[in-house]
């Protein structure tokens, strides 16, 4: 299987602040990764390495077996990136041509358009578009390209739910064609739906690599969670994660038996207990919370 | 593999998409479109054709200050249209995105300098239109077109200005401080009021300024230039030069910040 992306002990510092930290990835074609982690912890510089917009302290990058930065890999690929803009004054159909002069092997504009749910935008004004409209059309030209692998950062941060769900439709139909994605995102519950392998990263390592049935199962955290007198002193108990510690204490943990008999041991009131098994979130929040 | 036969699309429609996407958002900003094509005529209303049939350095005012806002004309498309969208695509990450696309950063510059080069061309050439027509200004075909393509070749050094202010400058300040450069240079070059009728300090800081040289070359067509046309081009290509090397290191700043 030929290696699309393939990152090396890539380590990135950005003055006195460590972002990645020896981060080994590798992304075979046909892949569909998310890349999972919470704000801060280094997955659009991740992305940025891979798509050559910032060099690596140490380690190497690679696409398609080229630095990323040869204008022969970007011809192979499209990307969505945060909060880049355009100009206002542009009509979509333009935008979506100039972008495809760009490209050895572009797809036709309707094609774009319509893939991206655009179809009857053409002619609009840039400055006329919805976020949504505009988060599409961003779609249209990260994939007008025709490219093998699509690296998405957020793409769908600030859209509504609706507009959220038209657009993984999209982006799932796109990538069905034997497509590389790697995207970044907050909604891991769409990352469950679209991705066969999630990728977490935390203070920029890499703490899980695996599919999210895997995922799941690989994390035992249960979360438990009851009211209580007084205030919970977590010092000594087997908990992953404090999610609240208000009147009503909610906690993750890997150990629920050993934490309850801890909880009676102590003599502590409980009333209204409850214990369930984690979602994926709540998975990732546990992995997360491990090196913390 | 399928598709190897192409592994880059050809330069050439890229530059061309660009240019016209460039010249597009140029011409449909009312803020950049209108002031760059109705104040030059404007001006030579004003401050020109009151005093049309007077003699300066030998020729009408209508003549002479036709030459002085065609350079006028000319020299602020170049400085704002180079300043604003370089600073807009960098204050909107433009820049970020195309970097990575397959976009030569070259065919970024030259759609630039093509879609300067055609707003210029018709800014310059709606007021020589007026100024023939209103203004009674009367040149052989071959003086008109020497005129207009002496001041769009010589127009490099307010392009490189404009680069440089523009990754110097942020988004909002880019206007500001392309329009204090523009307007004191014009004015101290001679260009809206002919050097001799203008204060003694103007006619000492003139000969530093590019704007003067510029004008030079658009006067010669009318007959008066005060310093000979390769005079005027070296002092041109200096300051094309200065400027490129601020913009360059401007860039370079940049890169590190940005793509380090």
């Known amino acids: ?292 | 593999m399928a598709k190897a036969a192409r592994e880059l699309a050809p330069l050439a429609p890229i530059v061309v998409a660009q240019a016209r996407s460039e010249f597009l958002r140029l011409i449909r900003v009312p803020a950049f479109s209108v002031p760059s094509i109705i104040f030059p005529i404007m001006f030579y209303a004003l401050f020109g054709l009151p005093f049309a049939h007077a003699m300066v350095e030998g020729v009408s005012v209508a003549a002479y200050a036709l030459a002085s806002f065609g350079a006028y004309s000319v020299i602020s498309v170049a400085l704002f249209s180079f300043g604003i969208t370089v600073a807009n695509d960098r204050g909107e990450k433009t820049t970020v995105l195309m970097r990575a696309t397959p976009l030569p950063p070259i065919a970024y510059l030259a759609g630039k300098v093509i879609a300067t080069l055609a707003f210029a061309a018709i800014a310059l050439g709606s007021l020589l239109a007026f100024g023939a027509i209103a203004g009674g200004v009367h040149l052989s075909v071959a003086a008109w077109l020497t005129l207009g393509a002496r001041l769009l070749v010589g127009v490099f050094p307010f392009i490189t200005l404009g680069f440089a202010v523009g990754y110097l400058a942020g988004p909002t300040s880019a206007i500001a401080i392309l329009q204090l450069i523009n307007l004191p240079m014009s004015f101290a070059s001679g260009l809206f009021v002919p050097l001799p009728e203008l204060p003694g300090w103007a006619g000492k800081i003139a000969p530093f300024l590019p704007a003067y040289h510029f004008g030079q070359l658009a006067w010669a067509t009318m007959g008066t230039p005060t310093e000979s046309i390769g005079v005027s081009t070296l002092w041109l290509i200096g300051f094309t030069i200065l400027f490129l090397i601020v913009a360059i290191r401007a860039y370079y700043r940049e890169e590190t910040k940005t793509f380090g």
């Open chain 1, 1 to 292: 299987m030929e290696t699309v992306v393939e990152v090396e002990r890539a380590s990135k510092r950005f003055g006195a602040t460590l972002a990645l930290d020896r981060v080994d990835l590798r992304l075979s074609r046909g892949e569909v990764v998310a890349l999972l982690g919470p704000n801060g912890a280094g997955k659009t510089t991740l992305v940025s390495l891979v798509l050559g917009l910032r060099k690596a302290n140490e380690g190497t990058t690679r696409t398609f077996g080229m630095d990323p930065r040869d204008r022969r890999a970007r011809s192979r690929t499209g990307v969505m990136l945060q909060g880049s803009g355009l100009p206002n004054f542009l009509r979509v159909g333009e935008v979506v041509d100039l972008f495809r002069s760009y490209y050895p092997h572009p797809i036709e504009r309707a094609k774009a358009l319509e893939i991206a749910g655009l179809a009857d935008k053409a002619s609009a004004m840039l400055v006329t578009l919805s976020g949504g409209q505009l988060q599409r059309l961003y779609f249209a030209l990260a994939i007008c390209g025709d490219p093998e692998a699509l690296f998405l950062d957020e793409p769908t941060v600030g859209l509504d739910v609706e507009a959220r769900r038209a657009f993984w439709t999209h982006l799932r139909a796109f990538v069905a064609g034997g497509r590389t994605l790697l995207l970044t995102t907050h909604y891991l519950e769409e990352a469950d739906a679209i991705a066969d392998r999630i990728v977490v990263i935390n203070a920029g390592r890499i703490v899980a690599d695996a599919s999210p049935a895997a995922l799941k199962s690989s994390v035992r955290n249960k979360r438990v969670s009851f009211e209580t007198d007084g205030s919970l002193d977590v010092q000594g108990l087997p908990i992953v994660r404090v999610i609240s510690s208000g009147p009503r204490v909610d906690v993750l943990t890997d150990e629920p038996e050993a934490l309850l008999r801890a909880l009676f041991a102590r003599g502590s009131s409980i009333r209204n207990l409850e214990v369930a098994g984690a979602t994926l979130e709540e998975a990732v929040v546990g992995l997360t919370a491990g090196g913390a």
